[in-house]
């Protein structure tokens, strides 16, 4: 059975926070107190080296490690010190700890966060290091990859009304809180929901909590900005594979994300964005771009898509199989394996992608923008402004013409450097490249007509101005040159390379 989420009683949950508050229970202060491997290795989800980092340790920030992350019992003693201001009762009655034997245990997982101007703490359900045991189909997760991705590729401008859909403990309304002014948290777990009452009372944030499935609980409501990190993940519909609330809707292969993408425009303002993870399943030798554009179709939304990486079936079914928490050599981890393959190859799956949605609702009746990119490689962390950033300068794009294009006097970013190859004892380079140092750091290939168009972009010539000269110089045919051109500007301008 589970047990159940902590209450969010107002007043013991302040007397947390100045237990919280005296005993540093910070990010900075708890990677101190491990150090490097310890940390490195809890990352990897071992707790051996920070039971041993932390083991003749005295003080409250210890003993809330022990306690709340790695899932160890502490002497009451000690929890009570750590807990001067609540008690060792007082957390009971919050649902934070149970007696085991002589000491006391965790009963969730409860850490701190931050982004770099913001510190939190969030209570979870007890992670699979802390509980040693597979994870319960209604698990309330706590921070993971997933979270902190979705996190870093939020558009953050300041609006009116935010949106966090699915949002378990509450993590993507931390950050929203920091600049919306009003945030809805919805999810079709109660327990999840109470998980997010509690981190909200514990981190002082208002948000309105409705409980139902997707879109549901916001029928007819529309927001400037919806986040969701939705429970994406492809699940044979088999007895075989527990349906894990957190990760999981129930629906048939990537229904999930598709129905998403065709349902949010209608709660989007106008100049409203949504963003969202997913996954998305590529058919035979078809390209995933096909599968995604039929999604976005019709919707009236700018898109703007991008693939971070590709599973086979196996490597899919391996790490989901894997994720609840159950060893590969058990018989109920091949029994889902075998239920993945079989899925999959019932629709003739080649592939998993997974990547980053980012929907935008247009302002008045322009054709809406889609691009859908590949970038499987490192990005800028946060992704966030870049994402915002690009947002804007699709939507330029797709308000003006070329000859508008051509007019501007375009300059290259601070942060893209050029550089060339050339065979040894070579007097001309083989291969000149852009190189973008933030962003989705973009690497553009450049012939001699884009190298020097974009070596005169210094923001005081306009580039057609450019382009003329160019084809003159190289004695090349304008008009045609201006067709290749174009092509290489929207590119750059896209992604930020020129601004
Ligand atoms: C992957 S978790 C994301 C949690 C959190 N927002 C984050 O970023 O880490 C997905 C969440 O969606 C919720 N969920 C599952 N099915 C749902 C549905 N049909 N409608 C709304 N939420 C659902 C789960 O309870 C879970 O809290």
Redesign the pocket.
């Known amino acids: 059975m589970s047990l159940p989420p902590p209450g969010a009683a107002p007043a013991l949950v302040q007397r947390l926070r100045a237990d919280l508050e005296r005993a540093a229970y910070t990010v900075d202060a708890v990677r101190e107190l491990l150090g490097p491997l310890a940390s490195a290795a809890l990352g990897r989800e071992q707790v051996l080296p920070a039971q041993r980092a932390t083991a003749d340790v005295g003080g409250p920030l210890a003993s809330l490690v022990r306690l709340f992350t790695l899932g160890d019992a502490v002497d009451v003693e000690d929890a009570a010190a750590a807990l001067a201001s609540l008690g060792v009762e007082g957390a009971q009655r919050l649902g934070l700890v149970g007696q085991q034997g002589p000491g006391v245990v965790a009963t969730c997982d409860l850490r701190p966060y931050a982004d770099d101007e913001h510190a939190w703490w969030v209570a979870s359900d007890l992670s699979e290091i802390a509980t040693r045991q597979p994870l319960r189909e209604d698990h309330?997760?706590g921070?993971?990859g997933?979270?902190t991705t979705?996190?870093s590729w939020t558009p953050r401008p300041q609006v009116d009304r935010a949106l966090?859909?699915?949002?378990?403990?509450?993590?993507?309304a931390l950050h929203l809180t920091a600049h919306a002014r009003h945030t809805t948290v919805?999810?079709?777990?109660e327990r999840?929901l109470a998980f997010a009452r509690f981190n909200a009372e514990l981190n002082g944030c208002k948000w309105t909590f409705a409980q139902?499935?997707?879109l549901d609980p916001v029928a007819a409501q529309r927001f400037q900005l919806i986040v969701?990190?939705?429970?994406?993940v492809i699940t044979p519909r088999s007895p075989d594979v527990p349906l894990f609330?957190?990760?999981?809707?129930?629906a048939s292969g990537d229904e999930?994300v598709s129905g998403l993408v065709r349902s949010i425009g209608e709660h989007l303002e106008p100049g409203g964005i949504a963003q969202f993870l997913g996954n998305w399943e590529v058919v035979g030798d078809a390209d995933w771009r096909e599968r995604v554009r039929g999604w976005v179709a019709g919707t009236g939304l700018d898109a703007w898509v991008v693939q971070r990486e590709v599973q086979d079936p196996a490597e899919y079914a391996e790490t989901w199989a894997r994720d609840g928490g159950h060893h590969s050599a058990t018989t109920e981890f091949a029994m889902m394996y075998a239920a993945w393959l079989d899925d999959f190859a019932s629709r003739g799956v080649s592939g998993v992608g997974f990547g980053v949605i980012t929907l935008q609702r247009p302002v008045g009746d322009r054709e809406p923008f889609l691009d859908l990119e590949e970038a499987h490689g490192p990005v800028a962390s946060p992704m966030g402004p870049s994402v915002l950033a690009g947002l804007a300068a699709r939507t330029w794009l797709a308000e003006h013409s070329d000859d508008e294009l051509l007019a501007v006097a375009w300059h290259c970013a601070d942060d893209v450097t050029e550089e060339r190859f050339a065979r040894p004892g070579a007097a001309d380079p083989a291969v000149i490249r852009l190189r973008q140092g933030g962003g989705l750091r973009r690497v553009v290939r450049l012939d001699t007509v884009g190298a020097a168009l974009v070596s005169v972009c210094d923001g005081t010539l306009a580039a057609g101005a450019a382009l003329d000269a160019i084809a003159q110089l190289l004695e090349l045919e304008p008009r045609e040159l201006r067709a290749d051109a174009l092509v290489l500007l929207r590119t750059l301008v896209a992604d930020g390379l020129l601004v």
């Open positions: 309330v997760l921070i993971g997933a979270s979705l996190a966090d859909l699915g949002t378990g403990c509450g993590v993507q919805t999810d079709i777990s999840a139902g499935s997707m969701s990190n939705p429970p994406f609330e957190y990760r999981d809707a129930g999930v």
